[in-house]
């Protein structure tokens, strides 16, 4: 057990904004490897954020082997390579896309700007860091592949009773789905923009049919135009009541709009979320022909 005193120093930053006041907070752990799964469990749930992350790499130097992947694993960036983990305040979680940036940043901020690649419990996640002519820092993750299933038409109807959205105020030309890319999220569309602003939902309903679906949140949508969306994200399996940026979802997003030839097969999107909380981020999704991961993009910076 961890005592207090010798307790990793815990890191805060925030992810897709360059003002602290903006984006999603994360707490970071540079150096993991003396807590267990309870202990990061509670710092997460101390500092109240979404989710953070815990590195099992040394927080001085960053290329003793011992916090790399080893051969049995990836073959990763040298001295770069890194198991991670997320928990949010009330469980872990298989990936997170802002705790990543927030980690990528806080890392870039001590090794520079280049490659890094996270062994997460979805998979391999390699992260690309680079430093702007404004000071800018920003990370660039590249998802494990993606899917997509049908919802069942009954765990749609409790959905949308959870979340007191009449079936008439979807968006028909985006069909209901579960999409993952690390997590797995509900996919729901918005017709208009006040649907989406007008999120008030029962915690404990919508909460138990994520953890029957095994959800991560429910990726809320409304389209402005072709390749401009504004997003939420509740998140009671959590503990949270709405997820302020939310990587792991733009990315299942990307995935879901791919599959369905909803967007062409290279194209940039930018998808806006935290406006309706005060907290405004901005995540940019990137599909390649051919290749399967989906690319999120977005500025982070450590909150004093």
Same mark, same amino acid.
């Given at each position: ?57 040394? /927080? %001085? $130097? #960053? +290329?003793?082997? =011992? *916090? @790399?992947?080893? /051969? %049995? $694993? #990836? +073959?990763?960036? =040298? *001295? @770069? ?224």
């Amino acid at each position: 057990m961890t005592t207090t005193a010798s307790r990793p120093e815990v890191l805060r930053y925030t992810a897709f904004s360059t003002d602290p006041a903006g984006g999603n907070p994360a707490g970071v752990v540079l150096d993991a490897r003396a807590l267990d799964d309870g202990e990061m469990l509670a710092v997460a749930a101390d500092l109240g954020y979404s989710e953070s992350a815990f590195l099992t790499g040394p /927080p %001085e $130097g #960053l +290329d003793d082997t =011992e *916090g @790399r992947v080893g /051969p %049995e $694993g #990836l +073959d990763g960036p =040298e *001295g @770069r390579t890194y198991r991670i983990r997320y928990f949010s305040p009330k469980a872990e979680v298989p990936f997170c896309g802002h705790a990543t940036v927030a980690a990528a940043v806080a890392l870039a901020e001590r090794l520079g700007p280049g490659p890094l690649l996270f062994a997460t419990q979805a998979g391999p996640v390699p992260v690309d860091v680079t430093a702007e002519d404004d000071g800018t820092v920003r990370a660039t993750l590249t998802s494990v592949e993606p899917y997509v299933e049908e919802v069942a038409d009954a765990d749609l109807a409790e959905a949308l009773a959870a979340l007191d959205w009449p079936a008439a105020d979807l968006d028909p030309a985006f069909p209901p789905r579960i999409a993952y890319a690390g997590a797995r999220h509900l996919v729901l569309a918005a017709a208009t923009r006040a649907r989406l602003a007008d999120l008030a939902y029962d915690f404990a309903r919508l909460e138990a049919l994520m953890h029957r679906l095994d959800l991560t949140t429910v990726q809320l949508v409304w389209r402005e135009s072709p390749t401009l969306f504004h997003v939420r994200d509740p998140f009671p399996v959590g503990g949270v009541v709405e997820d302020p940026a939310t990587g792991a979802a733009a990315a299942a997003f990307g995935g879901y709009a791919r599959e369905l030839g909803l967007v062409p097969e290279d194209v940039v999107l930018t998808l806006r979320q935290g406006e309706d909380l005060g907290r405004p981020g901005e995540l940019t999704v990137a599909l390649r022909a051919g290749d399967p991961g989906v690319r999120v993009s977005g500025a982070g910076v450590r909150i004093g």
